[in-house]
């Protein structure tokens, strides 16, 4: 089903994402960092809903299918540099931070702070070119917020 998407993304050179492809590569990360802790629990889910429904202005239903959608990529995928590479080839580098805060989001929302979310979103952060500084800063306002 995501054979092509899968190919296209990590090619060599990617071409850019198509702006639905690059919801399903984004949302399709939220769910590899809630799912890489081994659980993948009702609030993240929740969570991943709340953050895809405010950044792409999507309805509920089309906000389920769109996770359904990414939770079957996300199984799919190849390993997270490549899947990144086309996320960054996909989102202008003054957005990335957004980007990382919704991972924060998700990663924090089962109330536990996991080592292995924690490393990942960092992987994310460090691929995408967004410092270590503005990673921890989007995560500590995430904190403030919950």
């Known amino acids: 089903m995501f054979g092509s998407f899968l ?3 990590t090619a060599a050179q990617p071409d850019p994402l ?3 492809e690059s919801s399903l590569a984004l949302t399709a990360l939220l769910v590899r960092v809630a799912r890489s802790d081994g659980a993948y629990a009702a609030s993240e ?3 991943i809903d709340q953050v895809v429904t405010a950044r792409f ?3 509920d239903p089309e906000t ?4 359904a959608e990414a939770e079957t990529l996300e199984a799919e995928a190849p390993d997270t540099v490549r899947f ?3 996320i960054k080839e996909a989102v202008p580098f003054e957005d ?3 980007v990382i805060e919704a991972l924060w989001q998700v990663a924090l929302s089962d109330g536990e702070r996991d080592q292995f979310e924690d490393a990942l979103v960092r992987l994310v952060a460090s691929m995408l ?4 500084r503005d990673s921890a800063l989007a995560r500590q306002r995430v904190e403030r917020s919950e």
């Open 96 to 98: 990335r931070v957004g």
């Open 7 to 9: 190919t296209r993304i």
């Open 18 to 20: 198509a702006a639905n």
């Open 57 to 59: 202005n999507l309805s």
């Open 64 to 67: 389920k299918a769109l996770r």
């Open 84 to 86: 990144t590479r086309a």
């Open 129 to 132: 070119g967004v410092s270590d």
């Open 45 to 47: 889910k929740a969570r």
